[in-house]
């Protein structure tokens, strides 16, 4: 594939994407455009944009799209996107935002890698999971930082967020089969969508991503 990149990556919550996303984007210097950080960077900020999305967010529900797709729109009509590509990691999550965002950028995605992990899997990856207040690193029950819950690279708070607490596991979990499984067929149908099994060794999975990028015709 020849830029602009423009790549998609599904997956369950806890699946891996975000770690993925970020291997990707440094090997292939494309911005790696996070729905999660942007949302969780308006809720600290308290932005009418935050606080509209923190209700919705801390119940595990998923954020309206109407809050959402224009704050994604946006991001990607910046120059960087625009003259490299982009890499979406939790957007789009439903067949309507994915209609949306077509309707909005012509072409707008060339690739959909669906990252598959069991169900039992990402309940015990993100029940465990803890993430840094301060700049998102995330860390384990049994991958502590070394000073006990304070990161590693800021000193910051590392905390259990609200939407990996067992509630809101179980309603995203039930919310992605609902509506954003359905994404999977019909990308499936456009001809763009690669499954790749995300439950191995790290170095494996990113190989495999590359594989499919590479096999992708401009």
């Known amino acids: 594939m020849n830029k602009p990149f423009r790549i998609a990556m599904l997956g369950k919550q806890g699946a891996g994407k975000g770690t993925q996303c970020s291997r990707i984007s440094e090997q292939f210097q494309i911005p790696h455009v996070s729905t999660g950080d942007m949302l969780r960077s308006a809720v600290k900020a308290g932005t009418e944009f935050g606080l509209r999305a923190s209700e919705f967010m801390e119940r595990g529900d998923l954020v309206p799209d109407e809050v959402i797709i224009g ?21 789009p999550r439903t067949l309507a935002q994915a209609k949306a965002l077509d309707s909005a950028i012509d072409q707008a995605v060339k690739l959909v890698i669906n990252l598959e ?14 993430v840094c207040e301060g700049c998102g690193r995330t860390y384990s029950v049994s991958n502590p930082p070394t000073s006990p819950w304070h990161c590693d690279t800021c000193g910051g708070d590392v905390v259990q967020r609200a ?28 001809g763009i969508l690669v499954t790749v099994e995300g439950s191995g060794d790290l170095d494996i999975v990113t190989s495999n991503i590359v594989k499919a990028i590479h096999s992708v015709e401009a």
């Open 71 to 91: 704050a994604v729109v946006e991001r990607l009509s910046q120059d960087d996107a625009v003259n490299s590509g982009y890499l979406l990691d939790g957007f």
């Open 117 to 130: 992990v069991a169900t039992d899997v990402v309940l015990e990856r993100l029940s465990s999971r803890r």
């Open 163 to 190: 939407d990996d607490k067992p509630e809101a596991i179980s309603r995203r979990l039930a919310l992605y089969d609902e509506l954003t499984s359905p994404l999977i067929g019909w990308y499936s149908e456009k």
